[in-house]
């Protein structure tokens, strides 16, 4: 339906432009717009169940182009000829995208529109040569104008029916490729979107996976850590005891070392002590003797030098009483046995 109505816009377009077509042809160009303004109204009564691939075409029901009942399509053959000669391909697509304001056609429909204008306007130019001068010899024999005969007529319709098919042909052939390659493009995208989901549930199965295998070797290494943890702690556990009771033990071997020690020390200092006092009361005890003693024999002695100084004494006044030296010498003699008394003592003791 897109395709019949682009190519109805065209056929329309090309009729308007074309002056050896529409050249005394009004009533063609008036069932031309009939069938165009028909298939327009079909196109527009039908709603677009499925997107078109190539050119953008909203999808509402109301037509894409309103004609009017009075369009008047009359117009003098050298204004159009020469507006058809020239007008270039780019000015005759806007100007025929001007005439269909709500037609949105992408860059690959702006070229593919250019190119067929292009070719059309060759096909054009060639055939409007053979046209003027056919017209110019016409005009020399007929003052007139030539009318157009049914053959001619009936040829030009065919020639539009053909260039028809052809854009037809072309616009299905280019619809079918752009479907095929977006049939391509949309298998590429669904195939890569299926192993890019494979991918996802591979790397997530072998995630999960190798999580699983880790967190169970994990946990066997953790068992066996923990046994193995646990047997050292009781091995620890044992050895502490056992250090602890052989501390017991060497605490109460020393502590008993200690007291025999001590006893031993003891007693040995209670021995000493107990020798110390008997030698120290023996020497007490002589020393006691040694001063009764000594305290004895200066008594003995204090007495006998008492005795003899008595003995001297008298014995110096019997002198002193019996002498007759003079007072001079008695003196000399006092002083001497005064001085010498010890002397004089022992002396006189010994």
């Given amino acids: ?7 109805g816009c065209l056929s329309d377009t090309f009729l308007t432009y074309c002056p050896y ?7 063609n160009l008036k069932r031309t717009s009939s069938n165009t303004q028909t298939v327009t109204r079909a196109a527009s009564a039908t709603t677009f169940r499925k997107r078109p691939v190539c050119g953008v075409v909203k999808p509402n029901d109301r037509p894409l182009v309103r004609f009017a009942r009075n369009h008047n399509f ?21 100007c025929v995208l001007e005439a269909f304001p709500r037609l949105e056609l992408d860059s690959h429909d702006r070229r593919l529109f250019r190119r067929k204008a292009a070719d059309l306007l060759g096909l054009h130019r060639s055939l409007s040569v053979c046209s003027n001068t056919a017209n110019d010899g016409a005009e020399g024999s007929d003052p007139v104008g030539h009318k157009l005969t049914w053959i001619e007529e009936r040829q030009r319709r065919r020639l539009v029916q053909m260039i028809r098919h052809d854009l037809q042909v072309d616009r299905l052939r280019e619809q079918r490729a752009n479907e095929a390659a977006d049939r ?12 890019l989901v494979r991918a996802r549930n591979y790397y997530r199965q072998f995630v999960h996976e190798f999580r699983a295998r880790k967190v169970a070797k994990m946990i066997d290494e953790e068992q066996v850590f923990r046994r193995f943890f ?3 702690l009781a091995q620890e556990r044992e050895n502490l005891r056992e250090l602890q009771k052989l501390e017991r033990d060497e605490k109460c071997r020393k502590e008993k070392l200690v007291e025999e020690e001590l006893s031993r020390l003891e007693h040995g200092q209670r021995t000493r002590m107990g020798l110390m006092s008997e030698v120290m009361e023996r020497e007490h005890s002589k020393r006691l003797a040694l001063i009764r003693q000594e305290q004895a024999e200066l008594t003995s002695r204090k007495r006998e030098l008492r005795n003899a100084l008595e003995a001297n004494i008298r014995e110096i006044q019997q002198s002193l009483l019996a002498n007759k030296d003079t007072t001079y010498f008695r ?5 001497r046995i005064i001085e010498h008394s010890r002397d004089f003592v022992f002396s006189s003791h010994s």
């Fill in 230 to 232: 646990e047997q050292l």
């Fill in 74 to 94: 009359r117009e003098t053959h050298t204004t159009r000829g020469k507006r058809m000669s020239d007008a270039p391909s780019d000015s005759l697509l806007d």
């Fill in 184 to 195: 391509r493009v949309r298998e590429q995208a669904r195939e890569r979107r299926h192993q």
């Fill in 1 to 7: 339906m897109y395709v019949l109505l682009n190519v």
């Fill in 331 to 335: 003196q000399k003699d006092a002083d």
């Fill in 21 to 27: 077509l529409s050249q005394n042809s009004e009533d």
